[in-house]
C-alpha cells in the first residue's frame, strides 16, 4: 500500500511559479513509477508529467513541456512538479499517482494509488 499526500498548490498570477510535492508512505516508494494528472473544472483528468522508477524516464504532456519540471527524491520518498510560466489555463486540482507496472503513462486506470489532491489557481 503507497499512501500520497499532495502539497504546495496556491494562487499565483500567470507568469508566475509554483513547485507541487507528493510524499509517499511505504518503504516501496522507490519501486513506483510517479505521476502528475490535473483536473480542470467541468474537464476530464489528464496526464501531466512521469517520472520512472529511478528518474531515468520522463515524459511530459505537450501543454505543460518546457515549462513543467517532475522530479523525485527516492531518499525522502516524495515526488516534485516544478511549474513555471503558468498560464490561466493550467488552474485545475493536481493528483500525484503511484503505479509498479505502468504501460500506458496517460491513462488513469494504469496507475495503482492516488493522492487527494491540491488546488493551483493562476489569475491572468
Known amino acids: 500500500q503507497v499512501q500520497l499526500v499532495e502539497s504546495g498548490g496556491g494562487l499565483v498570477q500567470a507568469g508566475g511559479s509554483l513547485r507541487l510535492s507528493c510524499a509517499a508512505s511505504?518503504?516501496?516508494?522507490?519501486?513506483?513509477?510517479m505521476g502528475w494528472f490535473r483536473q480542470a473544472p467541468g474537464k476530464e483528468r489528464e496526464f501531466v508529467a512521469t517520472?520512472?522508477?529511478?528518474?531515468?524516464?520522463?515524459y511530459y504532456a505537450n501543454s505543460v513541456k518546457g515549462r513543467f519540471t517532475i522530479s523525485r527524491d527516492n531518499a525522502k520518498n516524495t515526488v516534485y512538479l516544478q511549474m513555471n510560466n503558468l498560464k490561466p489555463e493550467d488552474t485545475a486540482v493536481y493528483y500525484c499517482?503511484?503505479?509498479?507496472?505502468?504501460?500506458?503513462?496517460?491513462?488513469?486506470?494504469?496507475?495503482?494509488?492516488w493522492g487527494q489532491g491540491t488546488q493551483v489557481t493562476v489569475s491572468s
Open positions: 499517482a503511484a503505479g509498479s507496472n505502468v504501460v500506458r503513462v496517460e491513462v488513469q486506470y494504469a496507475w495503482d494509488y
Open positions: 511505504g518503504r516501496t516508494f522507490s519501486r513506483y513509477a
Open positions: 517520472i520512472s522508477w529511478s528518474g531515468g524516464g520522463i
